[in-house]
């Protein structure tokens, strides 16, 4: 699955890079290659363990809450 | 503002187990606390649109406590709607798995929603404002004419007695309220876009006095139908007190007519949510063009809804402690910080 996760990012990426090329879209680029980063991160992770982890219990824990 | 009728429909009716676990039968009073401190919001707003007609309330963050300060509060509430979008999506992919297909998987479901999502945000916020005119009228109606047919289904001794005793606990439950009503501020990152700034007190406390009466009949109908304690276990209880009700002993299952209301003001509200991110990234970043980053966002968001939460109590836990109070504190305590600091540097 990771890496069909990793082609769609991709393939999503190749297609809005090139238009935003074409409009000369350079501030825009920058900051949309940072969350293909950030989704890059989360399909791995996602696809490695996806019955493991949990942002609320992480964030939970963290705050001591019981749950 | 018909927006906000529209998408705090679907929260409020997810919400009122909550509001019963908390305030038990005194529930159906939380909407009226609610608006006593919403009503201030709305004059600071009002204030604050009298000097700042044209720019969003992000500019006007940056405007009266500093860029960076400004850059920074943009930056948060970016991360809390995100929270919102994931929070939300996951509850509305959840519903049909809990209660009609257990055995199929959560991505599809949220994948669906969010490709529908992708589609239709890209008309911009004018399409889905038109959307919701034409939407708050038909569910209104229904609302209305369900709420007339419940009465009789009605139980006085389920929605009372009301005491000084419940003080404390609508005080707890009012909490939960505030936190879904704080929508009402995310609409001002749009203010670049909304016409007639002068008459926003007025429309503005119509709007939250419709929505306070929509709120109580809502909770009315399900404590009165089912009373507080099967109300406080049963995550679609709105849905359970509609069952209930028949028109004239003939026509039954109109609970289906409530299910395509929530099911379509579950969708405006990540729409909304979406739009407003998107806005907000506009004007942070100075850009000019921001449909590029839909695809790429809808897909953190799809990875995000799956790694949330193990299960649906986690996340009932992690709303009620987490979401709730920072959008209590982003929604009603900040816009109170930038008025009072306003005043104080003469900028309001």
């Known amino acids: ?67 | 503002m018909i927006i906000l009728m529209v998408i705090l429909f679907s929260v409020t009716v997810r919400a009122v187990p909550s509001l019963s676990a908390a305030a038990k039968q005194a529930a159906w009073i939380c909407p009226i606390i609610s608006l006593i401190f919403t009503i201030p919001i709305i004059y600071i707003f009002s204030s604050i649109y009298k000097v700042y007609k044209e720019e969003s309330f992000t500019e006007v963050i940056e405007e009266i406590l500093g860029k960076i300060t400004g850059k920074v509060i943009a930056v948060l509430y970016i991360i809390q709607l995100t929270l919102l979008v994931v929070v939300n999506t996951r509850y509305i992919a959840a519903g049909p798995l809990t209660s009609m297909f257990p055995n199929a998987k959560l991505s599809l479901f949220s994948f669906v929603i969010l490709l529908t999502v992708a589609i239709t945000i890209r008309k911009g916020i004018v399409v889905i404002a038109r959307m919701s005119e034409v939407i708050n009228k038909i569910s209104i109606t229904i609302i209305l004419i369900i709420a007339v047919f419940s009465i009789k289904n009605i139980k006085i001794e389920r929605i009372t007695p009301i005491s000084h005793l419940d003080f404390l606990s609508l005080i707890k439950a009012n909490i939960i309220l505030l936190g879904i009503w704080s929508h009402f501020l995310y609409l001002f990152f749009f203010s670049e876009y909304i016409n007639n700034k002068e008459k926003l007190k007025k429309v503005c406390t119509k709007t939250m006095i419709n929505i306070t009466i929509l709120t109580m009949i809502a909770i009315v109908i399900t404590i009165g139908v089912l009373g507080s304690s099967i109300v406080e276990l049963s995550p679609n209880s709105y849905i359970l007190a509609v069952k209930q009700v028949s028109i004239f002993g003939a026509i039954e299952r109109i609970e289906s007519a409530i299910i395509s209301l929530l099911l379509f003001a579950d969708y405006m509200i990540i729409s909304i949510l979406f739009l407003t991110i998107l806005n907000l990234i506009k004007l942070l970043f100075k850009f000019d063009f921001t449909k590029s980053l839909i695809n790429i966002y809808v897909l953190i968001i799809f990875f995000l809804v799956q790694i949330i939460s193990r299960n649906q109590f986690e996340m009932g836990v992690f709303v009620d402690k987490i979401v709730i109070p920072i959008n209590v504190f982003l929604g009603y305590v900040l816009p109170i910080v930038v008025f009072i600091v306003g005043k104080l540097r003469k900028k309001i």
């Open chain 1, 1 to 67: 699955m990771t890496i069909f996760y990793f082609a769609v990012i991709i393939s999503i990426s190749i297609y809005e890079v090139y238009r935003m090329i074409k409009k000369n879209l350079r501030k825009e680029l920058g900051l949309f290659l940072f969350f293909v980063l950030i989704a890059l991160v989360l399909s791995w992770s996602y696809s490695k363990n996806p019955y493991g982890i949990s942002i609320a219990d992480s964030i939970l824990s963290a705050f001591g809450i019981e749950h």
